[in-house]
């Protein structure tokens, strides 16, 4: 897709560049970490000891406080997807290095949840063999293309795993055996019905609404259940559901002093639990007036992030 440039009522297009080296790309990502994929960074250039005989290019935290892998190449390559899986497995085999990089990088009271770990891969281009085995595979693995544009601006999309939404069995009937696999391992063993258990109908049915409203803004939006909520992405979270027995909490990425809250819904101001310092904003919905005045904040969350 061509990017193109407004002036008054005329669009010209922008042309595309690249980054001279690897390297660019790499710092500029790892300085924005947060703003791109909200993780923290925990290291650069990782070594993976003698027998193994190499580098991680990025290791970060997630907002889910899972390990994170990035793996960068400025031209269309294979020896991304294969270093990346390397890497993957020796990461698997050696947590108390993460842990330790962790410490020294993000102090002592920073966690990680080995429930699953995000590997990232970030290039010009796939060849359609590599995006073919990896979904055979199921390799846990996200693949984000970029373009370079000679006005600075930077244009990310994801590529693999295309968004599929664990809550209706019927969109998964295109998926393919790795493609499934894939999923259930990134969801590990909770499901979004979990969350929608043993609610009462006027809960169950405003998080249903509200579920509909987030999916229904982009399809690249995914759905991914954890233990205590249920987490909205593109690139990074940017809406937290928790579903209980009298109410609808929802944490978004929103700065209570920038928007205006409607008065039917309860706010509170909140940095959760992460250690990065980003604001969130905590909305308690209970009432059906309610659960329609807070979708224009969801959409505000979701835009926020660049969506």
Partial sequence: MPLFKITRTTLSTVDQTNFHFEKELQKLIENNLEAVFGCRFVATEFPTGEQHAGRIDTLALSEDDNPVIIEYKKVESSALINQSLFYLAWLQDHQGDFAMAVQEELGKEAKEDWSDIRVICLAPNYKKHDLHAVQVMGA????????????????????????????????????????????????????????????????????????????????????????????????????????????????????????????????????????????????????????????????????????
């Fill in 140 to 307: 846990n693995l996200e693949l984000w293309a970029y373009r370079l544009f000679k006005n600075n601006s930077l244009y990310l999309e994801k590529i693999f795993p295309k968004a599929t939404t664990t809550s209706q069995p019927h969109s998964s009937g295109g998926l393919t055996a790795g493609q499934k696999a894939a999923l259930t391992r990134k969801t590990a063993s909770y499901t979004v019905e979990q969350h929608f258990a043993n609610k009462p109908d006027l809960v169950t049915r405003g998080a249903k609404s509200i579920q509909e409203f987030i999916l229904g803004l982009d399809p690249s939006i995914e759905e991914v259940p954890k233990k205590k909520y249920i987490a909205y992405k593109t690139s990074q979270n940017f809406i937290y559901m928790k579903i209980q027995k009298s109410r609808v909490v929802l944490t978004v990425k929103l700065d209570l002093q920038e928007v205006d809250v409607p008065h039917e819904l309860h706010a509170k101001d909140s940095t959760r639990s992460d250690q990065s310092g980003t604001r969130y904003l905590c909305l308690y919905v209970k009432t059906e007036s309610a659960m329609q005045s807070v979708k224009p904040l969801l959409e505000l969350a979701y835009q926020k992030i660049g969506g």
